[in-house]
């Protein structure tokens, strides 16, 4: 469960290039919901998802996660109840380190480390099946760098890694945007699975309207760092890009600039 | 070569060893380039002179000498977390004022350990010739070093250093505090590099300011020398790649002074180092290119 009260950013405060990103956002997300977020660019759709994990620190307004105020925890604090998956394939998992070794960093996300081997027996077992399901052959290759992996692959590896230990939530970054259309609709579906079957709560960026309105129970637009619209159940049954459109326009009296959302 | 300079190679190619372990810590685990390393070689050897000279067992002088590194390295960790100084400055700052602390804490400039106890002293007792004792003894500690160095990390917390510095962001993300670890990675390489300081006084007879001069380009020239001989693939072969650098490194420079033929003398021993190390650094890249053209051809 997340509840944001009334959240403000503002990046570069008092120099000219100053950008109040967030402007009084507030947002509830029951236990099991999958929410998937839309908007232009500088619309706060990053500024929002990196406010939850920590990344950026709110100016004013709060944050809780599970009932527990974290407003003023940073991101390691918070690793235990917020798992992520970052747009770049890169950033989300450690090229120089072997497949196991990224996994093992993941299965001890939020606890604590000691001086045990990271690598266990038991792991390697649990990593493998894991991997199975992936059906990219990797359980054959627990040792090999991450570097040697596709950009597909490693997303694919990085979801697992974020799915491993439960959470409150799950926070996709755009994170189908930098592979190839294929391999994107693959990693997806996977998502969508991996959610189904953990019953996890998500909250999915996206850049496309039509994959917003395809996948999850709920669709949020973010527009000059407040909600434009959101959208669940009967509401949102039978939407198309051109009705999203025309809530937008509705309820914010304006026409939407940024082609890319609806090409996407 | 005669066979008392070749153990003499092999004695300080050990000792650098130690050091390599240290730089590779900072350079390649935690990303974090640390010229600490000319500070703290010198405080390992003037703390372990100095309690020595003073009556104190060599035992815990070393322990001491292992700690006050440990402290030399947080301090420079510290400089450049809590108060956001770029790291090599934050590093180039402590080694700086370790040399007026180095000073401090023995009085003069140097310190000679003559007929006191030291820690090779109950090893003479067995009556190998004495260019033979260091050397030995010198293996045990780089071996033991060398197992807790690859046990530590592969370690949880191990893993989490190596994260910390491949990938901050995403080991934050994993709940990894990347802060904790650069204060643990910088305080174990460098309680390393004064073990390397204080048993290479130990083994000298003695301790000097100066003798820290140029530690770090040692260091580093057996951490990439390594690195180009031998493969780093696992952690296993980049610890052993440190040691098999640094003794390399060692036997080239005792060779190269030892030529006649190329009229090289003590004095440029810095410059024979910067050359190698520069050679390399470069190596790899050269390698690649020419199998970059092998491949168009």
Redesign the interface.
Known sequence: MIEIDNIHVTFAQGTPVENHAMRGLSLFIPEGDFVTVIGSNGAGKSTLLNAI?G?IRVDTGSIKVGNQDVTRR????R??DV??V?QDPM???????SIE?NL???I????S???????KREYRQRFKTRLKRLGLGLENRLED?MGLLSGGQRQAVSLL?ATLQPMQILLLDEHTAALDPKTAAFVLELTREIIEEQQLTALMVTHSMKQALEVGSRTLMLHEGKIAFDVEGEQRKGLEVKDLLALFEKNKGEELADDSLLLG | MSLIAFLGAIETGLLFGLVAFGVFISFRVLDFPDLTVDGSFPLGAAVSASMIVAGYDPWTSTLLAIIAGGAAGLVTALLNIKLKILHLLASILTMIALYSINLRIMGKPNVALLGDDTLLTPLEAVGLPYYWIAPLAFVLVVVVVAILLIL?L???????M??TG??P??????????TMMILLGMAVSNAMVALAGSLFAQSQGSADVTMGVGVIVVGLASVIGGEAVMST?TILLAVIACVVGSIFYRLAIAFALNADFIGLKAQDLNLVTAVLVALAIVMPQIKSNLKAKKRLS
């Open positions: 994990s990344e940073n991101t390691e604090r690793a235990g798992a992520r970052f950033a989300g998992t450690c090229e120089g380190l070794e093992a960093l993941a001890k996300r939020g606890d480390r000691g001086l045990g081997m990271a690598v760098r890694m | 530590f592969k370690s949880e917390t191990g893993l989490a190596r994260a491949a990938n962001r995403m080991a934050r993300a994993q709940g990894v505090s990347t693939r």
